[in-house]
């Protein structure tokens, strides 16, 4: 018989409550939990699902992750160019198209100056880009004679020149994409705001 075997004995656990039935029960052994081998049996059956459905929710998060990451460059230039193109929308609300004036086209696009084709390093630029009705934009390609001239009256012949002279070609990554979107919607946001505490 060891000293500390007596001290282990003299030493009597406080009560505690049962985590599974809720009843007030005094420990035999320092490190019970639960009151009795019933309640053993559920804590462990409750402890196996927690730890099941942890094991789900983590590989859930694994796949979901995994499917954004797969998703091509391409999708996430989409996604961004549409947060974009809602912005100049909003922004340029009441203009009127950018090339014939129009302004109660039935529908209005927001229509870029430089092409994304042509030059993909100005498709997020808020220069390059106006509001613009939809038949200037898709029927007359962007009818790009009056939208120079309205442009320049608009912005100024140097930020014009400044927009054509540009050809810097530029490769967009994802977290810049990210971080493109997150601006925009920022904006987008701030400007509806002030719409409706102008109405
Ligand atoms: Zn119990
Ligand atoms: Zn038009």
Redesign the pocket.
């Known amino acids: 018989m060891t000293g500390g075997l007596n001290v282990l004995k003299a030493k009597k656990p406080k009560p505690k409550k049962?985590?599974?039935?809720?009843?007030k029960?005094t420990p035999d052994r320092p490190l019970q939990i639960?009151?009795?081998p019933?309640?053993a049996n559920?804590y462990q059956k409750q402890q196996k699902e927690n730890q099941q459905k942890q094991a789900e929710d983590e590989s859930r998060r694994n796949w979901r992750k995994r499917k954004a990451d797969a998703k091509p460059l391409s999708h996430w230039k989409n996604m961004t160019q549409r947060v974009f193109n809602d912005y100049i929308r909003a922004r340029d609300r009441g203009n009127g198209c950018i090339s014939c004036g129009i302004k109660n086209a039935v529908s209005f696009h927001a229509g870029h100056f430089r092409t994304t084709k042509a030059a993909s390093q100005l498709r997020f630029n808020e220069d390059n880009v106006h509001l613009q009705c939809s038949a200037c934009n898709v029927h007359k390609s962007g009818d790009i004679g009056p939208y120079r001239l309205n442009l320049i009256k608009k912005i100024g012949l140097e930020r014009v020149m400044a927009l054509e002279s540009n050809n810097e070609e530029h490769r967009y990554t994802r977290e810049e994409l990210d971080g493109i979107r997150a601006l925009y919607r920022k904006k987008l946001r701030d400007i509806e705001k002030q719409h409706l505490e102008a109405a």
């Open positions: 049962c985590p599974i039935c809720k009843t029960f639960v009151c009795s019933l309640c559920k």
